[in-house]
């Protein structure tokens, strides 16, 4: 006698969730040629010129969600994202501010969140 198996669809649902949630760290690798980059950032001087506010983590399992919270990687085949830091706020697509604390950090403009993703 066979015994099929069937997964709820809200268990379903959940993992897919969590597949997608994780798939969102944000591991970044800082490269020397803005045409390697997947986004071209400028640091600003202000939090209130910033699209996104940043704080650098210092391991990457602290680096998850898509949240500002970034792990800068050694190596560009661990990053999520390749990130080119533009001396210009005109030529870069996202505009970043660095925070001291990792409960600042936070979009301030949601309409380029789709840029780290």
């Not at 066979?2 to 969730?17: Q, S």
């Not at 800082?30 to 506010?53: G, P, Q, R």
């Not at 085949?77 to 870069?92: G, H, I, L, N, P």
């Not at 600042?104 to 380029?112: L, M, P």
């Amino acid at each position: 006698m066979k015994t099929i198996y069937r997964i709820p669809p809200v268990l379903l649902l959940l993992i897919l969730f969590f597949q997608l949630h994780s798939a969102n760290a944000q591991k970044v690798f800082s490269c020397n040629s803005k045409y390697d980059a997947d986004v071209k950032v400028f640091v600003t001087e202000s939090k209130y010129d910033a699209d996104l506010l940043v704080f650098k983590v210092k391991s990457k399992y602290g680096a998850e969600g898509n949240e500002g919270l970034w792990f800068f990687t050694e190596n560009r085949y661990d990053a999520d994202k390749q990130v080119f830091f533009t001396e210009s706020k005109y030529d870069a697509d996202l505009l970043i501010y660095f925070v001291e604390s990792k409960y600042d950090a936070e979009w301030r403009n949601r309409s380029k969140i789709h840029m780290l993703y």
